[in-house]
C-alpha cells in the first residue's frame, strides 16, 4: 500500500534530492520547497508503479527552463495543474499518477507539488535515476516511450501543447521555454502504469527520503555505488571550443582542472557540456557519463555547479554509478560519452 509524504517527509525528501544535484539554485530551491510545503497539507501518497492498476494513465510532471529564472519570475502557483489538465484534454483521458522526470532539487519538488494540488499519488521512482540535460535523455526513451505529446504551463498564463517526433522534443521546447519566461512546467511522457513500471528507475522517490534522514550518509542517495575519486583544489576554469560535434545542448563548454591534494597528487581535468561529462587524471581517462560525475565543496558538503567553479575551491570529485540500464548499448547512444560529442 501507499504511503503519505507529509510535511516531515517533505523535509527528508528535499534534503536528499540535493546530496547529488547540479544546476540547483539556491533563491528556486527556497521557493520549490516553500511551495511544496504550503500544498502538501495531510500528505501525498506514494504508491510503486505496480501497485496502480495496470491501464491507469500516468503523467510525468517536470521543471524544465532555468532554475535560476525561476527564483527570478515567481510563479502564479497553478503551473502544474495547468500542464496536466491541458495534457489530459489532449488525451481525453483523466490522470490517476505523476512521475517524475528526475529527482534533483526542484524536479524532485514540482512532481509532488502538482501530486498534492490535484489529489493524485505520487509515483515512487523516476526517469534518470540521475540527471540529464535533455527531456529525452530518459529511461522512459529507452524503454520506447515518447515525451509528447507534451503540456507546457508559463509562469505568466502561457498554455502551450507540443506534439512532434520523440527525438525533436528538446529542440522545439527550448526556445519556447525561453519566450515565455526562462521556465515552465511540462507534463509529458503519457503512458499507462504497467509501462512506466516497466521504464522508470524504481524506488529512488524512498531512497532519497532516507537519505535525507540527519546523519544518512551521502552515499545512501547514490543505490548503484558511488566512489570518491579524488580531493583537491581547483587550479583553473577555462573555457573550451567544444568536444568535436554539433550538439543540442543548452550551455558553453568549459574544462575545470583541479590539483589532487593527496597520494599521486595528479591534475585532474573534467570536460563540462552543461555537466561534467568527462573525468581525466594524468591524461587517462578515469570516468565518463553515463555515470555522474560531481564536485562537492569541502567546506559546506554542496555540490558545486560548473558555472559556480573557481580556482583555490577545494573540492571532492565523486563518481555515481549510473543506473545498469545506461550502460547498455542504447543507454550509452542516448546518455554516453558520444551523446556529448566526446569520442570514445
Not at 509524504?5 to 520547497?33: E, K, M
Not at 540521475?130 to 504551463?153: K, N
Request: charged letters at 20%; aromatic letters at 4%.
Amino acid at each position: 500500500m501507499g504511503r503519505l509524504i507529509d510535511l516531515d517527509g517533505l523535509g527528508r525528501f528535499s534534503a536528499g534530492s540535493r546530496l547529488f544535484a547540479t544546476g540547483a539554485a539556491q533563491s528556486s530551491y527556497n521557493l520549490a520547497y516553500d511551495w511544496a510545503a504550503s500544498v502538501v497539507g495531510r500528505g501525498v501518497e506514494l504508491v510503486g508503479a505496480g501497485e496502480l492498476a495496470p491501464e491507469t494513465l500516468c503523467l510525468v510532471v517536470s521543471l524544465v527552463g532555468s532554475t535560476t529564472a525561476l527564483g527570478e519570475q515567481l510563479p502564479a502557483g497553478d503551473e502544474p495543474e495547468r500542464a496536466v489538465r491541458a495534457l489530459e484534454r489532449r488525451l481525453g483521458e483523466r490522470a490517476g499518477a505523476v512521475a517524475a522526470l528526475n529527482l534533483a532539487a526542484e524536479n524532485a519538488l514540482i512532481p509532488l507539488i502538482a501530486a498534492a494540488g490535484l489529489g493524485l499519488p505520487m509515483v515512487d521512482g523516476d526517469g534518470t535515476g540521475r540527471v540529464f540535460p535533455l527531456v529525452e535523455q530518459t529511461t522512459y526513451t529507452l524503454g520506447g516511450m515518447s515525451a509528447a505529446p507534451l503540456a507546457l504551463a508559463g509562469g505568466s498564463g502561457e498554455l502551450v501543447l507540443l506534439e512532434t517526433a520523440a527525438d525533436r522534443v528538446e529542440e522545439l521546447l527550448r526556445p519556447v521555454v525561453l519566450s515565455v519566461g526562462g521556465w515552465a512546467v511540462a507534463a509529458c511522457y503519457p503512458m499507462a502504469a504497467r509501462d512506466l513500471a516497466r521504464v522508470l528507475v524504481p524506488g529512488t522517490v524512498s531512497l532519497l527520503m532516507r537519505a535525507g534522514e540527519p546523519g544518512a550518509p551521502r552515499s545512501a542517495a547514490a543505490p548503484y555505488g558511488v566512489r570518491t575519486l579524488c580531493r583537491g583544489r581547483i587550479q583553473a576554469v577555462e573555457g573550451s571550443t567544444g568536444h568535436g560535434g554539433e550538439l543540442a545542448l543548452p550551455s558553453l563548454p568549459s574544462s575545470i582542472v583541479v590539483r589532487e591534494s593527496e597520494g599521486l597528487r595528479r591534475l585532474v581535468r573534467l570536460e563540462a557540456h552543461n555537466e561534467i561529462v568527462l573525468a581525466l587524471a594524468d591524461g587517462a581517462v578515469v570516468a565518463t557519463v553515463p555515470d555522474q560525475i560531481c564536485m562537492i565543496s569541502t567546506g559546506d558538503g554542496m555540490v558545486v555547479d560548473v558555472d559556480k567553479a573557481e580556482p583555490g575551491l577545494e573540492v571532492d570529485i565523486m563518481v555515481v554509478k549510473a543506473a545498469p540500464v545506461w550502460h547498455t548499448e542504447r543507454g550509452l547512444a542516448l546518455g554516453g560519452p558520444r551523446a556529448f560529442g566526446i569520442a570514445l
